[in-house]
C-alpha cells in the first residue's frame, strides 16, 4: 500500500525580454522589420515588428523569433510564457480570423503551439497574455527549448505594427 500526495504546481513569471535594451542585444529575428519603439509605451521601449501589406506564408509569417535565453535559465522547470501584446490602432486585414500564434520549440518538440490572440482583441490596447503549458509531454520538451516564436497567421494581406513587451516565460 502506497499513499501518494498530489499537489498543484504554482508558477510565478520570470520577465526576460523589456526591449529597453539595444535590438541586436535581443537575440531576435523575423520575416519582418523589426524595431524598438520608444512612443507605443509612456517612459518604455517595446519591440515592433512592422507589416507593409504582406500575406503571410509558410516561413514568411514570423513577427519575432527569440532564441537568446540568459544563462542560468531553468529550462526544465518552463511551464508557459507570459507578456503584453497591442497592435497599432490601423493595424489592417480583411481576414476575420487573423491571429499571433504563440510557439514555444524543443529540441524535443519542433512545435509547441500555446494559443494565439485575435487581432481584434489586441488591436489599439494592450493585452497581457499568460499560456502554460499543460501536456505532460510537452513539459518534458522544455529542458530542450531553444526558441519563443511569435507568428502571424492571415490568409489576406497585413499592414501595421504589431508591439510586444515584458515577455518571459512561467517558471514552475
Known amino acids: 500500500e502506497e499513499t501518494i500526495e498530489i499537489e498543484q504546481v504554482e508558477s510565478r513569471p520570470e520577465v526576460i525580454w523589456t526591449f529597453d535594451n539595444p535590438l541586436d542585444e535581443w537575440g531576435a529575428s523575423g520575416t519582418f522589420e523589426l524595431a524598438r519603439n520608444p512612443s507605443v509605451k509612456p517612459n518604455d521601449f517595446v519591440a515592433e ?19 537568446q535565453f540568459p544563462e542560468g535559465l531553468p529550462l526544465e522547470r518552463i511551464g ?7 497592435l ?3 493595424f489592417a486585414t480583411s481576414d476575420p480570423v487573423a491571429d499571433v500564434r504563440v510557439i514555444l520549440q524543443s529540441e524535443a518538440d519542433h512545435w509547441i503551439q500555446l494559443g494565439s490572440i485575435p487581432v481584434d482583441k489586441a488591436r489599439g490596447e494592450w493585452i497581457s497574455f499568460r499560456m502554460e503549458v499543460t501536456d505532460p509531454q510537452q513539459l518534458k520538451a522544455m529542458a530542450r527549448l531553444y ?3 511569435f507568428q502571424m497567421a492571415s490568409k489576406k494581406s497585413v499592414t501595421g505594427e504589431v508591439y510586444l513587451d515584458n515577455v518571459g516565460f512561467l517558471i514552475r
Open 147 to 149: 526558441a519563443m516564436r
Open 88 to 90: 497599432s490602432p490601423e
Open 80 to 86: 508557459g510564457i507570459v507578456g503584453e501584446i497591442r
Open 49 to 67: 515588428s512592422i507589416l507593409k501589406g504582406e500575406v503571410p506564408v509558410a516561413e514568411a509569417d514570423t513577427l519575432m523569433v527569440l532564441e
